[in-house]
Nanobody
């Protein structure tokens, strides 16, 4: 079993930066591939970014490719999402997710992930 707890969400003005974190417990963290997803009101949950267990493989949605950076610290069992140049359309609940083993080609698919956190709200004001 894996427990995921997100933190770091909040309110920020457009153009600003915010970092969210996800602390994992219950399994060897380096064996987990991690992902970040988000869900805005009235919309489906969408992929933001993912990272392999080693940290060497990183994947981004087009909307996040230049502005966001995913990273992880396996010694701290934590994955991070640094978000820069935030836009109002980035407003959503941000969820981290975990899966055992490697990421496959459909790393953007919610069904690939075994465990989910409770989410943290990110609000970007215009």
């Amino acid at each position: 079993q894996v427990q995921l707890v997100e933190s770091g969400g909040g309110l920020v003005q457009a153009g600003g930066s915010l970092s969210v974190s996800c602390a994992a417990s219950g399994r060897t963290f380096s064996s987990l591939a991690m992902g970040w997803f988000r869900q805005a009101p009235g919309k489906e949950r969408e992929f933001v970014s993912a990272i392999t267990g080693s940290g060497l493989g990183r994947y981004y949605a087009e909307s996040a490719k230049v502005r966001f950076t995913i990273s992880r610290n396996n010694a701290k069992s934590t994955v991070y999402l640094q978000m820069n140049s935030l836009k109002p359309e980035d407003t959503a609940i941000y969820y981290c997710a975990a899966r055992f083993g490697p990421l496959s080609g459909d790393y953007y698919n919610t069904h690939l992930y075994d465990y989910w956190g409770q989410g943290t709200q990110v609000t970007v004001s215009s």
